[in-house]
């Protein structure tokens, strides 16, 4: 089994927005929408390809995800080394993506809160937000509606996920960052 987190902050008014593309990644995966409350998470049990994951997306805002993330991995007793985390980052141009099987948490504040609760070793697939403009607070650019340029590289980014995730889960980590690293 394995555990694949989207972090993101709950609610309306974060939609569509540059933090919650780790929701929207998730949101490739659901295959029914029928998602329940459980462990500090909106959760949905599935298969890809014949592997039974647990998708969650934390409802603890994403400076809190540690607490989400430790308490579902206990819960279904999954260990960290089979948790797929899909998290924005606004160091990558939008769109682009980056899969790590380890790592520091870049300054990214739910990978921040994942890593002081469970540890480094598990799998991060970061997905481009694009730079803030000089003009703008990291904290409003993160919070800022997509724009429609940059939903169309979202999108293809996002487009990638199904595909992303079965070659994690059927081929390895180092097969997913040769086919997909940098795309």
């Not at 998602?35 to 969650?56: D, F, N, P, Y």
């Not at 934390?58 to 995800?65: K, R």
């Not at 099987?101 to 997905?127: C, D, M, P, T």
């Not at 703008?136 to 199904?162: G, R, Y």
Request: glycine share 10%; aromatic share 6%; net charge positive.
């Amino acid at each position: 089994m394995w555990l694949l987190v989207g972090l993101g902050n709950p609610g309306t008014k974060y939609e569509q927005t540059r933090h919650n593309l780790g929701y929207m990644a998730l949101d490739e995966l659901d295959k029914d929408g029928r998602w329940k409350s459980e462990r500090k998470s909106l959760v949905q049990k599935t298969t890809v390809g014949g592997h039974t994951i647990v998708l969650a997306k934390p409802l603890t805002y994403m400076n809190l995800s540690g607490d989400a993330v430790q308490a579902l991995l206990h819960w279904y007793k999954i260990p960290p080394e089979r948790l797929i985390v899909f998290v924005d980052d606004i160091n990558l141009d939008c769109g682009r993506i980056r899969i790590r099987g380890k790592g520091s948490h870049g300054g990214q504040n739910g990978l921040r809160s994942i890593i002081a609760h469970i540890g480094s070793e598990f799998i991060r697939v970061r997905i481009g937000a694009g730079k803030a403009p000089a003009h703008w607070d990291l904290s409003s650019w993160v919070l800022s509606k997509i724009t429609p340029d940059d939903a169309v590289d979202i999108n293809s980014a996002l487009n990638k996920i199904s595909e992303l995730t079965q070659t994690i889960l059927d081929q390895g980590l180092n097969k997913a960052m040769e086919k997909f690293n940098g795309a």
